[in-house]
């Protein structure tokens, strides 16, 4: 288990880093076109979408595991901590449940748009609406992480440290 | 059917789960209980994130990120402290100049209040400056941060209503000057009345050495405003140019950044957008089910009903924001609240720029109120002041924000002068 979230730990990590320097990449081209190049290519703001859309889907879980999800503590806050606990716990297993059927909806949709392509790229629709099933499907593993973690360690605050810097590559 | 996705959502809230979440869970139980189709869902949030707009969110991020790595944050604070320093609670005017100065380069209230406080408040409370008020200035301070450019909330709003990022960011400027100014002066009417600590005056050349060390942090707004001013760029080729530049300066200006840092900072910032990105697909989702079940018609039906005047109109929004920006999460109530609120507004002749500025800022204020206020935990947890003791100290600071509101609200020159005469 450990192994496994070490290994998507580092999918995530390098595939959200690549896609944000692209998106920078694609955006500043288009910049330099308009102002250096006789032409703007038509695929650039196509193409920001997509790297962005995949940064997105490959961060999402990991922001899970850095709790940067931003809740309301304020009436939680004066419960006893078991209840606290048991709390947090049920609310993140409601969430595995919930981001889990959105992963199986995602799925259908990327079925339903095979054949249609993008209009600049020409590249197929179901790569750009994977996105949102990865990021669905990362949600619901990194919830049902922090489910275990938990149950686990008795806490709700994830002590864990995420990929350092450079670690992944 | 409505009233259900209301109490499963302030239920979700109640139980703490992130309100991202509690979003697309409670439309999730209407969605289910209704029989619509649940591929709705990941259907809404593609089509709530796929514009080339809202990019400009994870360029501000970044670029707000690699200046504060890249050794920005105490310039900033050098700078500001060698101009101001020498005035009576020169700390606390220092502490709202550097926010000001910060928020031209950061789009967002937290982001101001972690890297300035982290700094500032420690050194006001060794000063002799109260930890309350330390804390206070800081927190009221950082709410600039959505108001100034560039500002996410701005973006958003712009993103879910179709009107001009670039318009509602150029409009924001004043607004924030007049925030910053007036929060600068009650720091400093306290600060005089409580005898605070006042430095020796710089020699000359010391400001201007300090000035060249802020000076790159100035600029980059500059860049930032006077490339979207001049339409020049789009507000996502501004955020990337600004990116390039905080990458330029900090290997080649301040030499704080290395090139082994580049992944890391991307990574938090990927993470940070990713954060703010769900949020906005699930509260596009939740926005999808208001519209459907025509809220926003009933809405503005009830509110003509209730008056037609539109200053009457202004003042009910005003409350009714407040109320839900101590409660509510900026970008959630913006997604959800901004198409239900504006449709009556044009329908009564108020600009369109001057009420997304007025929403903004009302919502703002609820950063720094509990018992949500990000920007208020954030400072109380620095200064380590309980938070009932830093919302009294923050009163005569929130003070100053309704005022501001209120000019905002009634005087429609105080936001729409600028866009006049920039976008001709």
Same mark, same amino acid.
Not at chain 1, 144 to 163: C, D, F, P, W, Y
Not at chain 2, 172 to 197: D, T
Not at chain 2, 351 to 377: E, H, K, R, S
């Given at each position: 288990?450990?192994?496994?979230?070490?290994?998507?730990?580092?999918?995530?990590?390098?595939?959200?880093?690549?896609?944000?320097?692209?998106?920078?990449?694609?955006?500043?081209?288009?910049?330099?076109?308009?102002?250096?190049?006789?032409?703007?290519?038509?695929?650039?703001?196509?193409?920001?979408?997509?790297?962005?859309?995949?940064?997105?889907?490959?961060?999402?879980?990991?922001?899970v595991?850095?709790q940067?999800y931003v809740d309301v503590d304020s009436f939680t806050i004066h419960l006893p901590n078991k209840l606290q606990l048991v709390l947090a716990i049920v609310m993140d297993a409601v969430l595995v449940v919930f981001t889990?059927?959105?992963?199986?909806?995602?799925?259908?949709?990327?079925?339903?748009?095979?054949?249609?392509?993008?209009?600049?790229?020409?590249?197929?629709?179901?790569?750009?609406?994977?996105?949102?099933?990865?990021?669905?499907?990362?949600l619901?593993?990194?919830l049902a992480?922090s489910v275990?973690r938990m149950l686990?360690?008795?806490s709700i605050k994830n002590?864990?440290?995420?990929?350092?810097?450079?670690?992944?590559? | 059917?409505?009233f259900v996705l209301f109490a499963v959502f302030l239920g979700c809230i109640i139980l703490r789960m992130p309100i991202a979440f509690s979003l697309g869970f409670s439309s999730f139980v209407y969605?289910a209980?209704?029989?619509?189709?649940?591929?709705?869902?990941?259907?809404?949030?593609?089509?709530?994130?796929?514009?080339?707009?809202?990019?400009?969110?994870?360029?501000?991020?970044?670029?707000?990120?690699?200046?504060?790595?890249?050794?920005?944050?105490?310039?900033?604070?050098?700078?500001?402290?060698?101009?101001?320093?020498?005035?009576?609670?020169?700390?606390?005017?220092?502490?709202? $100049?550097?926010?000001?100065?910060?928020?031209?380069? +950061?789009?967002? %209230? @937290?982001?101001? *209040?972690?890297? =300035? /406080?982290?700094?500032?408040?420690?050194?006001?409370?060794?000063?002799?400056?109260?930890?309350?008020?330390?804390?206070?200035?800081?927190?009221?301070?950082?709410?600039?941060?959505?108001?100034?450019?560039?500002?996410?909330?701005?973006?958003?709003?712009?993103?879910?209503?179709?009107?001009?990022?670039?318009?509602?960011?150029?409009?924001?400027?004043?607004?924030?000057?007049?925030?910053?100014?007036?929060?600068?002066?009650?720091?400093?009417?306290?600060?005089?009345?409580?005898?605070?600590?006042?430095?020796?005056?710089?020699?000359?050349?010391?400001?201007?050495?300090?000035?060249?060390?802020?000076?790159?942090?100035?600029?980059?707004?500059?860049?930032?405003?006077?490339?979207?001013? $001049?339409?020049?760029?789009?507000?996502?080729?501004? +955020?990337?140019? %600004? @990116?390039?530049? *905080?990458?330029? =300066? /900090?290997?080649?200006?301040?030499?704080?950044?290395?090139?082994?840092?580049?992944?890391?900072?991307?990574?938090?910032?990927?993470?940070?957008?990713?954060?703010?990105?769900v949020l906005?697909?699930f509260a596009?989702?939740f926005?999808?089910?208001?519209?459907?079940?025509?809220?926003?018609?009933?809405?503005?039906?009830?509110?003509?009903?209730?008056?037609?005047?539109?200053?009457?109109?202004?003042?009910?929004?005003?409350?009714?924001?407040?109320?839900?920006?101590m409660f509510m999460e900026?970008?959630a109530?913006?997604?959800?609240?901004?198409?239900?609120?504006?449709?009556?507004?044009?329908?009564?002749?108020?600009?369109?720029?001057?009420?997304?500025?007025?929403?903004?800022?009302?919502?703002?204020?609820?950063?720094?109120?509990p018992p949500v206020?990000v920007?208020?935990f954030? *400072?109380?947890? =620095?200064?380590?002041?309980?938070?009932?003791?830093?919302?009294?100290?923050?009163?005569?600071?929130?003070?100053?924000?309704?005022?501001?509101?209120?000019?905002?609200?009634?005087?429609?020159?105080?936001?729409?002068?600028?866009?006049?005469?920039?976008?001709?």
């Amino acid at each position: 288990m450990k192994l496994l979230f070490r290994v998507l730990d580092q999918w995530m990590w390098i595939g959200s880093v690549l896609s944000m320097f692209l998106l920078v990449g694609v955006v500043l081209l288009q910049v330099f076109a308009r102002v250096a190049l006789p032409q703007v290519p038509a695929w650039t703001e196509e193409a920001s979408r997509f790297f962005f859309m995949w940064a997105v889907g490959f961060a999402a879980g990991p922001a899970v595991r850095e709790q940067a999800y931003v809740d309301v503590d304020s009436f939680t806050i004066h419960l006893p901590n078991k209840l606290q606990l048991v709390l947090a716990i049920v609310m993140d297993a409601v969430l595995v449940v919930f981001t889990g059927i959105m992963a199986y909806e995602s799925t259908k949709l990327v079925i339903a748009v095979e054949g249609q392509t993008s209009a600049a790229l020409i590249w197929p629709m179901w790569v750009f609406y994977a996105s949102i099933w990865l990021q669905t499907f990362m949600l619901a593993l990194y919830l049902a992480r922090s489910v275990a973690r938990m149950l686990h360690t008795g806490s709700i605050k994830n002590e864990e440290q995420g990929i350092k810097g450079g670690e992944a590559l | 059917m409505v009233f259900v996705l209301f109490a499963v959502f302030l239920g979700c809230i109640i139980l703490r789960m992130p309100i991202a979440f509690s979003l697309g869970f409670s439309s999730f139980v209407y969605i289910a209980a209704s029989d619509i189709p649940l591929s709705i869902i990941p259907e809404r949030m593609f089509s709530g994130v796929d514009s080339f707009v809202i990019l400009c969110v994870p360029g501000f991020i970044l670029a707000g990120n690699l200046m504060n790595i890249g050794g920005i944050t105490e310039r900033i604070i050098k700078f500001c402290l060698a101009l101001v320093g020498h005035i009576r609670g020169g700390l606390a005017l220092a502490n709202v $100049g550097a926010s000001m100065v910060f928020a031209g380069i +950061s789009g967002t %209230a @937290v982001s101001d *209040a972690v890297s =300035i /406080g982290t700094i500032m408040i420690p050194a006001m409370v060794k000063r002799g400056y109260g930890k309350e008020f330390s804390g206070a200035v800081t927190a009221s301070a950082s709410t600039m941060g959505p108001i100034i450019p560039p500002s996410l909330p701005m973006v958003i709003a712009g993103t879910v209503t179709g009107l001009s990022v670039s318009r509602l960011l150029v409009a924001g400027i004043i607004p924030g000057l007049l925030l910053g100014f007036g929060i600068g002066a009650v720091a400093f009417f306290i600060s005089a009345k409580r005898s605070y600590p006042r430095d020796e005056q710089m020699p000359i050349k010391e400001v201007v050495k300090s000035f060249f060390g802020a000076f790159w942090a100035i600029l980059m707004t500059l860049i930032i405003l006077g490339g979207i001013m $001049g339409g020049i760029f789009t507000p996502t080729e501004a +955020s990337m140019v %600004a @990116v390039f530049y *905080a990458i330029i =300066i /900090g290997f080649f200006v301040y030499k704080e950044l290395k090139p082994s840092m580049l992944p890391k900072i991307f990574f938090e910032s990927a993470v940070t957008t990713a954060s703010l990105m769900v949020l906005v697909g699930f509260a596009n989702v939740f926005a999808w089910i208001l519209t459907s079940e025509e809220i926003p018609l009933m809405v503005t039906q009830a509110m003509l009903s209730l008056s037609r005047n539109p200053m009457v109109y202004i003042l009910l929004v005003n409350v009714l924001l407040i109320l839900v920006g101590m409660f509510m999460e900026t970008i959630a109530a913006l997604m959800i609240l901004m198409p239900i609120l504006l449709k009556p507004a044009i329908e009564l002749g108020i600009d369109p720029i001057q009420f997304a500025i007025m929403c903004v800022l009302n919502l703002v204020i609820g950063l720094t109120t509990p018992p949500v206020g990000v920007c208020l935990f954030v *400072a109380s947890s =620095i200064a380590k002041v309980s938070i009932g003791r830093l919302t009294w100290a923050l009163l005569p600071f929130i003070g100053v924000s309704i005022a501001v509101l209120l000019l905002v609200s009634y005087v429609p020159q105080v936001t729409l002068w600028l866009p006049s005469l920039v976008f001709k």
